[in-house]
């Protein structure tokens, strides 16, 4: 099928595009003599059943040409399980990193369809140039390459609307964007114009070969078919200069690169397979034989798949990446030309609150934030966090009620800059990235803790204090970094605490983190044992004979109580002295003491502490005469 001023071929067998007849629109030439749009002949345009929400999972969309309409593929299964109505003459189609949006460019009625996958239907149709034909998709903006217009509309894609045309080269077909820039493929003057989309302004125009139609972007490097060389040209996008060019089949038209950006793959429309080319040594290393008139080819994310589509005989092969082998044929809508694959139902890329961009932390920053979609859903199970390299450091949960996540590395971080990566996951989906740098400084120092001393025997209530020179307040946490007290530091470093509640007896280990603006320090661990002895009774002597108003005298830890039970009933309660002394008699209403009765008593006698009562007694047995 031949587009533009008779310069891009494309022949084929049975079941081939005509120009023009057939009931299509056809546009007649615009000035220059470009002719933008086609007719179909011999193809029969099957009504498309009503389309329903698409459960999460991974699908791969084509826009066919002849049908109007988008065909939606599970790649789980290979079947069509959605055939969507969309615009006139749908060319090119791109999905959003969420997986929430697909973009169809019609190029018979100079419009973009936008899909809800949500709801699997068109939200939103949007006016762009004359002759849209591929379309690409970074952040909340959206390229389309408008062959009949020689320009590039720019989409924003939460208004759905158009902000800005950038004249571009003659008939550009296809379109990529990396970073802030959009390129586009020329076909009529064999060029690629390199567009700023900050300035919107052309900042380069490179000779490729003759009828450039495809673009991937991937690192430094751009990939673009010439379909009317049967080549590929390789653009070093840093030094905007063709680097080398590698033959391929037969009127290559689409490519895409694997998510490694190890291998580019095109489809070559007249020789009916797919190229693999190595991008490291920049050579063909395999032929896939695909079905009749491969137009379009994309790659799976995880790089397992390639998926081209075969205009004409209206199916989509799958190849194996492994094997380069097809591995099913899907049949799709009639003339399937664009074609992207990508994960649906994904969770929104986290809101990372701490630290923020650009932020400088101590050694043991605190990583926090939010895993929720839109009105504040939480939509994610897991949060994965990675290191610069994409290294996995740790996964964390997400709280369901709210979406909060948060992780506090067991060990210091180094002073300089990092880059952290964050993921959110839900079902075994990921979402996009949030990357956040952060620059650690060094932070305070641990703090001492001077009472009690490690490994003391304390009393419930224990107060412990030290010092933290350089910070303004101390964290107590437990050893799953839970913070269960926190105390402000004094201009001289001292602090105290006292834990509201009792511990309970037994064993105890208490976290000490110092905390100022820069950040949290390392970690101080203090244990302790809690213990509530049962009291020392000096007087009366065990298995002696006393009067009828006998004292009882002893020793207990300091600021406890001392309590005495016969037959498990309470007769009384004595302080113990800040000297750990004690004394008490038996004493009724207003004070006055009271006569034991004659014979053998058994007196248990506790001490209590903080609120607890020792876990053993001491018994006295005496005999009154």
Do not use: C
């Not at 369809?113 to 379309?135: E, H, L, M, R, W």
């Not at 430094?220 to 060389?229: E, I, K, L």
């Not at 701490?354 to 934030?369: C, H, M, R, V």
């Not at 350089?470 to 530091?489: K, R």
Request: glycine share 10%; aromatic share 6%.
């Amino acid at each position: 099928m031949n587009l533009f001023k008779g310069q891009v071929r494309e022949t084929g067998s049975a079941g081939s595009v005509a120009q023009a007849g057939a009931g299509r629109r056809t546009r007649g030439p615009r000035a220059g003599g470009l002719l933008v749009a086609v007719a179909i002949a011999a193809m029969t345009v099957t009504p498309a059943p009503p389309a329903a929400a698409l459960p999460p999972g991974t699908y791969t969309f084509t826009a066919n040409f002849a049908s109007d309409t988008v065909s939606v593929i599970d790649t789980a299964t290979d079947t069509v399980t959605a055939t969507i109505p969309v615009g006139d003459g749908p060319f090119g189609v791109a999905v959003n990193v969420d997986g929430t949006r697909a973009y169809v460019t019609n190029s018979l009625d100079d419009t973009v369809s936008v899909i809800d996958a949500a709801t699997n239907t068109v939200s939103a149709t949007i006016p762009v140039g004359t002759g849209p034909q591929a379309v690409a998709v970074r952040g909340s903006r959206a390229y389309t390459a408008n062959a009949a217009s020689d320009d590039m509309s720019v989409i924003d894609t939460v208004t759905n609307t158009v902000i800005a045309t950038i004249p571009v080269g003659d008939a550009p077909q296809g379109v990529a964007v990396s970073g802030t820039h959009a390129y586009t493929a020329n076909a009529n003057d064999d060029t690629v114009s390199v567009v700023d989309t900050v300035t919107g302004t052309v900042t380069a125009t490179l000779p490729v070969g003759d009828g450039p139609r495809g673009l991937a972007v991937s690192g430094s490097r751009a990939y673009v078919t010439n379909a009317n060389a049967d080549s590929l040209s390789v653009i070093d996008t840093v030094t905007d200069t063709v680097t080398t060019t590698v033959p391929v089949g037969d009127n290559p038209s689409g490519v895409a690169l694997s998510p490694d950006g190890a291998h580019a793959y095109t489809a070559n429309t007249n020789s009916d397979n797919v190229s693999v080319i190595d991008t490291a040594t920049v050579t063909v290393t395999d032929t896939v034989t695909v079905g009749n008139g491969p137009r379009g080819v994309a790659v799976s994310r995880d790089g397992s798949r390639v998926y081209a589509s075969n205009g004409l005989d209206n199916s989509v092969s799958v190849i194996d990446t492994v094997t380069n082998a097809v591995t099913a044929t899907v049949a799709v809508g009639n003339f399937p030309r664009g074609i992207a694959t990508a994960p649906v139902g994904r969770p929104a890329a986290p809101l990372v609150s701490a630290p923020s961009e650009g932020a400088t932390t101590g050694a043991f920053p605190k990583f926090k934030g939010r895993a929720v979609g839109e009105g504040g859903v939480v939509d994610a199970d897991q949060v994965r966090i990675l290191d610069a390299d994409g290294a996995l450091l740790q996964t964390v949960g997400v709280r369901q009620s709210d979406g909060y996540f948060s992780w506090l590395r067991n060990g210091s971080w180094s002073p300089g800059e990092y880059t952290v990566r964050f993921v959110a996951v839900s079902g075994g989906l990921e979402s996009a990235e949030t990357v956040v740098t952060f620059t650690v400084a060094p932070g305070p120092a641990a703090p001492v803790v001077t009472v009690p001393a490690e490994g003391a025997q304390t009393g419930p209530r224990p107060k412990f204090t030290g010092s933290a020179p350089g910070a303004s307040q101390v964290l107590v946490q437990d050893l799953d970094n839970v913070t269960i007290g926190e105390v402000s530091v004094r201009a001289d470093g001292y602090f105290s605490w006292v834990q509201a509640t009792p511990w309970e007896i037994g064993p105890h280990t208490a976290r000490f983190v110092a905390k100022n603006s820069l950040g949290l320090s390392a970690p101080k661990d203090v244990t302790f044992v809690v213990d509530v002895p049962a009291p020392v009774v000096n007087l009366p002597a065990p298995n002696t004979t006393t009067g009828t108003q006998p004292k009882f005298v002893g020793t207990a830890p300091v600021r406890s109580t001392v309590e005495f039970y016969e037959n498990d009933v309470l007769l009384g309660s004595a302080h113990v002295s800040s000297g750990g002394n004690w004394s008490w008699r038996r004493t009724g209403e207003m004070g006055v003491r009271v006569n034991w009765g004659t014979g053998v008593h058994h007196v248990d006698v506790y001490t209590v502490h903080g609120g607890t009562r020792s876990p053993e007694h001491t018994t006295v047995t005496f005999t009154v005469q």
